[in-house]
């Protein structure tokens, strides 16, 4: 889906009004149009009913219980797609968020620059974590039954080098970096990767990668020691002792 509307959600006014200043200076405003900003759920109703909100981002921290409200949105409007802006938040926070159905999470600290990628990512199927906070949404879809059958014999050693820089949280951009292609080739190689695993979005397929190989997930401490681990040239097979196959996110 092409996002073509996004809406806010705060009870402070301040908040909203800076995000709909923020949303029209970003170049993607001419394709999505003027940001709508509401005071609560209740209020963004009748446009979540209408489907006129492709994307809603919803103030955590302006909003009374934040998580409810994403059950109630999606109640509402099953096709929306949420993304939640917080100061802070923990682990079981992450957690509970996408289990409410939330398709990212990422914090007010953040670049400006990263809310356009995350509300771009979002509008295209995929769901958005920060490097520090994959590893932990990961554990929302750790309950859900898993095919034991490994697909991973099936990727090229390209793509399993790809799926292990996704695994520790890295984006498009730092990967295709890091391995030293283009950003083009590197969403050949996702596509791939998604075909062949089954899947739809980087957390089901990293997801798949961890439960087929038995890859435990941890957070990075830094991310210095990311850039550090190295990178597997080559799937790996099921209950390998290979000693790569820490799997963790930045």
């Known amino acids: 889906m092409d996002a073509r509307s996004v809406g806010i959600i705060s009870n402070q006014r301040l908040m909203r009004k800076a995000l709909v200043c923020l949303l029209l ?30 994307i809603l981002l919803i103030d955590v921290d302006g909003t009374e219980d934040a998580l409810n409200a994403v059950r109630k949105v999606r109640a509402i409007s099953p096709l929306a797609r949420i ?14 968020a996408v289990r409410s159905g939330a398709w990212g999470l990422m914090r007010t600290q953040s670049d400006p620059a990263l809310l356009q990628q995350a509300i771009q ?3 295209s199927g995929e769901m958005w974590f920060s490097h520090g906070t994959m590893s932990i949404a990961l554990q929302a879809f750790a309950g859900r039954d898993q095919s034991k059958e490994s697909a991973l014999d099936r990727l090229t050693a390209r793509e399993a080098e790809v799926l292990q820089l ?28 998604y075909r062949k695993l089954g899947v739809n979005s980087r957390v089901e397929a990293v997801l798949n990668y961890s439960d087929s190989a038995g ?10 020691a990311a850039q550090r681990a190295p990178v597997a040239r080559g799937p790996i097979a099921p209950g390998s002792s290979d000693p790569r196959k820490q799997l963790q996110a930045v």
């Open 83 to 96: 993304l939640l802006l917080a100061r802070q938040f923990d682990e079981k926070f992450a957690i509970e």
């Open 25 to 54: 200076s970003l170049p993607m405003c001419g394709r999505v149009g003027a940001p709508m900003d509401f005071d609560s759920v209740d209020e963004a109703s009748n446009a979540l009913k209408d489907d006129r909100i492709d």
């Open 121 to 123: 990512k979002i509008s």
């Open 215 to 224: 890859v435990p997930l941890h957070s990075k401490a830094s991310p210095d």
């Open 166 to 193: 996704l695994a520790r949280g890295y984006h498009n951009k730092e990967i295709a970096s890091r391995l030293y292609v283009s950003e083009s080739t590197v969403k050949t190689h996702m596509k791939g990767i």
